[in-house]
């Protein structure tokens, strides 16, 4: 009896009649949205365009239940990447799954609105116009029989009247609820998941991007190991061969002095550690040095470019340190780039900017060198983008032939 | 003495073959893979001993350990001293699988000492056992819970790691600082705990290295 008894579903109503008066518009929009594909072979701007229209629609549509359910239903639809040119913005909307749901849910919503309309207005008009001739059928009496409802004999009229109110009473407001429960569910299923897919999309994406993670911190680790064992092992080793033999000519009394003596063998020793020495800066190169913990990005950057041959004006213009882990990697990703500027760039200037606020830090590098750089032939650049893959970071190049080489980095910072 | 270098580090080449030259040992060939290396000693060469980088091309895994395999059955009788970068035990172990005459087992960072390390080259060459005292380590480590070697008191099994390295009772005597007629007794004792017969002669030694590295089989 409470269920019954509850007030009338105003809200419910509400939401049902703007759905209503949505529903042909979003159909409207979708057709115009389908008609503009083939516009696009002229320019995907009304294409763009009516696409937004129908998604602000969308958005409309699902923010209604917020009235009644405290939360809109779903997600905002995503937008297309603002770096894509217009038809690949086009075309990543088309094949975006919550996209393609957007027309199905309109077509649905169309027939959804029919029916509610027609259910609507013949559960509220019926019992008015029952009302109304019984209330005319009373004070005109029922001579003449002309009258609506007026063939009835009073008992009759009454019992209608009393079945009508109790519809009203009870009936109505129970259709209300049930359609608008009707379309919470229609809305939520077809828009609702787009919070789903994007998860999945996102899952996915981490998945990858931690395989390739794991595999490129493992080809870093055995590239580490054999340059350290080819080189720096292996001259060490001669070093102790080499002190080896002065030790045993100076137990000998240096038997051999002059060229082939202990002092030529001590020289050619201290080559031996210097150039270890080198070798295990170079290699420490692309790990995490020291200064850049201190310092910071600019200090241990600059460090950096003034072991390189060509001039490097860095600027770096960071609101905050970024967190240790993006440090590296832009710290990482930088002196990689400079360094294939030093191997290709025949010694032209280059120049690193490293900017961005809390969301987005960019780093660019660039030089006038010759150009011609390709992510699919430098294995340099290629393990730069692996790696930055693990923060979600992307990278950017463009290297015309003739130059100059720009090659931007991002690294978002959530 | 005339020995083989294989070693793919050219440096390491040319500084080790002028050592081993000054210590009168003669290099016949310094090579840089284990091809060559098998290529060398096909044309008849006449060597006493190899010395084998573990790690060489194409893959810079084990090329060395197999192509001393290949050498230990095809020239038994040429001594064969690995180099190598860490104490890879089962590298030794295979190694020693086919007996511990002429074998020898270095790690590379011991080869400055040059009189230690000419002095295992001319133990392999003649037909000893030079075993990096680490990688013996090691391989006691693994032998010291079951086996015969159990039965062994702790001074044993270290007269018996100095063994394994290649040592004779003189050179054992000195290392743990105990006179050799004392050395001679644990020999003595270590023969018998591993029933290792009077008859074999010098035999024993080796049997009794063979044993200790096997241990961990037992």
Known sequence: ?414 | MRVVLAEDSGLLREVLTGALVERGIEVAAAVGDAEQLLRFLDRGAEVDAVIIDVRMPPTFTDEGVRAALVIRQRWPRLGVLILSQYVEERYAAELLASGAHGVGYLLKDKVGDLAEFSDALARVASGGTALDPDVVGQLVVRSRRQGPLARLTPRERDVLSAMAEGRSNAGIAAKLVVGEGAVEKHVTSIFAKLDLNEADGQHRRVQAVLTFLRGDSA
């Not at chain 1, 109304?132 to 009373?138: D, L, R, T």
């Open chain 1, 1 to 414: 009896m409470r269920r019954l008894l509850r007030p009338f579903p105003w809200a419910q109503l509400g939401l049902l009649c703007l759905g209503i008066v949505l529903a042909p518009l979003q159909a409207i929009a979708l057709a115009l949205t389908g008609l503009a594909v083939p516009l696009a072979v002229l320019s995907p701007r009304p294409f763009l365009f009516l696409a937004e229209g129908l998604a602000a629609l969308c958005a409309l549509d699902r923010t209604r239940f917020l009235v009644l359910h405290g939360r809109a239903v779903g997600q905002p639809l995503p937008g297309a990447p603002r770096d894509l040119d217009g038809r690949d913005q086009m075309a990543w909307l088309l094949a975006h799954p919550a996209h393609q749901r957007v027309a199905s849910y309109t077509i649905v919503r169309l027939g959804l609105a029919a029916i509610q309309t027609l259910a609507l207005t013949v559960t509220l008009t019926f019992p008015l116009v029952v009302l109304a001739s019984a209330a005319a059928g009373f004070s005109l009496g029922y001579e003449p029989r002309g009258v609506f409802l007026g063939f009835f004999d009073p008992v009759l009229a009454l019992l209608l009247v009393a079945v009508t109110v109790t519809l009203l009473l009870f009936g109505v407001p129970a259709l209300v609820r049930g359609l608008a429960w009707v379309d919470h569910r229609i809305t939520t299923t077809l828009l609702g998941s787009a919070e789903t897919d994007e998860l999945e999309r996102r899952v996915g994406e981490l998945v990858s991007a931690r395989e390739r993670t794991v595999s490129a911190a493992d080809d870093e680790r055995s590239r580490l190991e054999r340059d350290l064992h080819d080189g720096a092992q292996q001259r060490l080793i001669a070093l102790s061969v080499l002190l080896g033999q002065v030790e045993g000519r100076l137990a000998a009394g240096d038997p051999a002095p002059g060229d082939g003596g202990a002092l030529a063998l001590v020289r050619r020793a201290r080559d031996e550690a210097s150039g270890t020495i080198d070798e295990l800066r170079t290699l420490t190169r692309g790990l995490r040095p020291p200064i850049l913990e201190a310092r910071g990005l600019d200090a241990a950057l600059s460090a950096v470019a003034a072991r390189l041959p060509m001039p490097v004006d860095i600027r770096i213009d960071l609101p905050r340190r970024p967190d240790p882990a993006r440090e590296a990697m832009l710290y990482f990703a930088v002196t990689e780039l400079l360094t294939n500027v030093a191997k290709h760039a025949q010694g032209a200037p280059a120049s690193v900017e490293v900017y961005g606020d809390g969301a987005l830090i960019r780093a660019i590098v660039a030089d006038a060198g010759p150009g011609g750089a390709d992510v699919a032939r430098g294995t340099g650049l290629r393990g730069i983008a692996t790696r930055l893959a693990g923060v979600d970071g992307r990278l950017f190049l463009s290297s015309p032939v003739g130059g100059p080489t720009v090659i931007t980095v991002e690294v978002p910072c959530a």
